[in-house]
C-alpha cells in the first residue's frame, strides 16, 4: 500500500481544514488507517483512527469534539475533517495504514504516507 497525503496548509485559530490520504493497491479496504502527527521537537503522536470498514473511530482526547476521521473504500481514501483548530494542533500530519485492529501505537503500523504540514496562526 502507498499512501499520499495532502490538504494541509496554514488556518487561523478556529478555522477548519480536510485533510486526504489516497491508497493506492486493491488491498486499501482491508487496512485499518489512521492520522499521526508531529509537533517540531515533538514525538509523533495518534490522532485518530478507523477501522477498515469503518464502523469504528477512536481519537487521541486532545481532538475529541474537534475532528472526525472517514473513510471511502471506493475510493481508496481517508479523511480528517479537522474544525476549531488550535495553535498547538500545529504539526506534520501523516496518515498510516496497519492490519492490527484499534492500535495506537506508531510502530503497528506498517505503511505511512509522506506528510503534509498544518499550521495553525493564533
Known amino acids: 500500500v502507498q499512501l499520499q497525503a495532502s490538504g494541509g496548509g496554514l488556518v487561523q485559530s478556529g478555522g477548519s481544514l480536510r485533510l486526504s490520504c489516497a491508497a493506492s493497491?486493491?488491498?486499501?479496504?482491508?487496512?485499518?488507517m489512521a492520522w499521526f502527527r508531529q509537533a517540531p521537537g515533538k514525538e509523533r503522536e495518534f490522532v485518530a483512527g478507523i477501522s477498515w470498514g469503518g464502523a469504528s473511530t477512536y481519537y487521541t482526547d486532545s481532538v475529541k469534539g474537534r475532528f472526525t476521521i472517514s473513510r471511502d473504500n471506493a475510493k481508496n481514501t481517508v479523511y480528517l475533517q479537522m474544525n476549531s483548530l488550535k495553535p498547538e494542533d500545529t504539526a506534520v500530519y501523516y496518515c498510516a495504514a496497519t492490519l492490527v485492529s484499534g492500535t495506537r501505537t506508531a510502530a503497528s503500523y506498517d505503511y505511512w504516507g509522506q506528510g503534509t504540514l498544518v499550521t495553525v496562526s493564533s
Open positions: 493497491g486493491r488491498t486499501f479496504r482491508s487496512y485499518h
